[in-house]
């Protein structure tokens, strides 16, 4: 812990590892302070700006951030503070919601293939194809036997996405009971938050155990080198806040090289043919 050259402020579920959420502490802050966190916080977002630059301009990859967690969990006030840095035009917010009757009439998978970033974009899922093994079977909303086979569809899936020049991060934001209901009760209390509030809360609630046992069984089955997953202890948004930033910077920072050279190969042939046009006359050499 608290090496800077390793990824460790959020844990990274192993390829096949066998999840038990309650073995993580949501309020694990890693020795970290929140007067310390804001100079760390800083320096990963003005690193992510950059680095996002460089994934524009090279074109060669899309990233694809997943956000789930229990309601409240943070995934709005992660976007809004980790993502605020990045220069809108590279990116693309997507909130899944209970599906239309149009989605519901096509495969799980349709709405969400739709949302994937495109080359040079940062997409990032609010909620996502998970809900399809986190609340469909919390509620039995479709038959058991459909539910098992979505993982394999999740896990090919992310493997074409991958395949296709696709960096993904899966975050799941984890809370705990406790602090759930301090937040749920602020929400109530604060009038400027209770837009957000819902019954449907208090009896998802309710379900807690059900949830943390297919976010496990989600976590453990679907996290992939191509396409890992992430516990961030969650409890401290700001904490919550650094381990994605840091995650996210640690990530992308391996292909910062490949990403310049490309950058500096497409500028060199950009003043290859401004020079050649020049030449050949095309271009008015005088400014005048
Ligand atoms: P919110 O994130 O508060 O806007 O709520 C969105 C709601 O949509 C949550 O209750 C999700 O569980 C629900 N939802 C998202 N995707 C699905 C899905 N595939 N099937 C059923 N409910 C979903
Ligand atoms: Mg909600």
Same mark, same amino acid.
């Given at each position: 812990?608290? *090496? /800077?050259n390793q990824?460790?402020?959020?844990?990274?579920?192993? @390829?096949?590892? #066998?999840?038990?959420?309650?073995?993580?502490?949501?309020?694990?802050?890693?020795?970290?302070?929140?007067?310390?966190?804001?100079?760390?916080?800083? %320096?990963?977002?003005?690193?992510? $700006?950059?680095?996002?630059?460089?994934?524009?301009?090279?074109?060669?990859?899309?990233?694809?951030?997943?956000?789930?967690?229990?309601?409240?969990?943070?995934?709005?006030?992660?976007?809004?503070?980790?993502?605020?840095?990045?220069?809108?035009?590279?990116?693309?917010?997507?909130?899944?919601?209970?599906?239309?009757?149009?989605?519901?009439?096509?495969?799980?998978?349709?709405?969400?293939?739709?949302?994937?970033?495109?080359?040079?974009?940062?997409?990032?899922? *609010?909620?996502?194809?998970?809900?399809?093994?986190?609340?469909?079977?919390?509620?039995?909303? #479709?038959?058991?036997?459909?539910?098992?086979?979505?993982?394999?569809?999740? /896990?090919?899936? $992310?493997?074409?996405?991958?395949?296709?020049?696709?960096?993904?991060?899966?975050?799941?934001?984890?809370?705990?009971?406790?602090?759930?209901?301090?937040?749920?009760?602020?929400?109530?209390? /604060?009038?400027?938050?209770?837009? %957000?509030?819902?019954?449907?809360?208090?009896?998802?609630?309710?379900?807690?155990?059900?949830?943390?046992?297919?976010?496990?069984?989600?976590?453990?089955?679907?996290?992939?080198?191509?396409?890992?997953?992430?516990?961030?202890?969650?409890?401290?948004?700001?904490?919550? *806040?650094?381990?994605?930033? $840091?995650?996210?910077?640690?990530?992308?920072?391996?292909?910062?090289?490949?990403?310049?050279?490309?950058?500096?190969?497409r500028g060199? @042939?950009?003043?290859?043919?401004?020079?050649?046009?020049?030449?050949?006359?095309?271009? /008015?050499?005088?400014h005048s």
């Open positions: 812990m608290g *090496n /800077n990824i460790d402020y959020a844990f990274k579920v192993k @390829a096949g590892e #066998k999840i038990k959420l309650h073995e993580y502490d949501p309020n694990f802050t890693s020795g970290l302070k929140k007067e310390d966190a804001a100079a760390h916080f800083a %320096k990963y977002s003005a690193e992510l $700006e950059e680095l996002q630059e460089l994934l524009i301009a090279s074109g060669s990859h899309s990233v694809l951030v997943v956000l789930q967690g229990m309601d409240t969990s943070g995934k709005d006030g992660t976007i809004r503070h980790v993502m605020s840095t990045l220069n809108p035009q590279g990116c693309r917010v997507t909130s899944f919601k209970v599906p239309t009757a149009n989605e519901q009439a096509h495969d799980f998978l349709w709405r969400i293939h739709l949302e994937t970033p495109q080359k040079g974009v940062i997409g990032i899922f *609010n909620r996502s194809h998970y809900e399809d093994v986190l609340v469909v079977p919390v509620h039995g909303l #479709k038959p058991e036997e459909d539910v098992e086979r979505y993982y394999d569809h999740i /896990n090919n899936f $992310e493997r074409l996405l991958a395949d296709s020049g696709t960096i993904i991060l899966k975050f799941f934001l984890h809370i705990s009971k406790k602090e759930q209901l301090a937040r749920l009760k602020e929400r109530e209390l /604060n009038p400027s938050k209770r837009w %957000k509030m819902s019954v449907a809360d208090y009896k998802e609630r309710e379900l807690w155990d059900t949830y943390q046992r297919y976010y496990g069984e989600a976590l453990s089955r679907c996290s992939t080198s191509h396409a890992p997953w992430w516990i961030v202890p969650a409890d401290a948004k700001w904490y919550r *806040n650094l381990a994605v930033a $840091e995650t996210l910077v640690e990530h992308l920072r391996p292909y910062r090289d490949k990403w310049k050279k490309a950058l500096d190969e060199q @042939a950009a003043i290859k043919e401004l020079q050649a046009a020049r030449a050949r006359g095309e271009i /008015n050499n005088n």
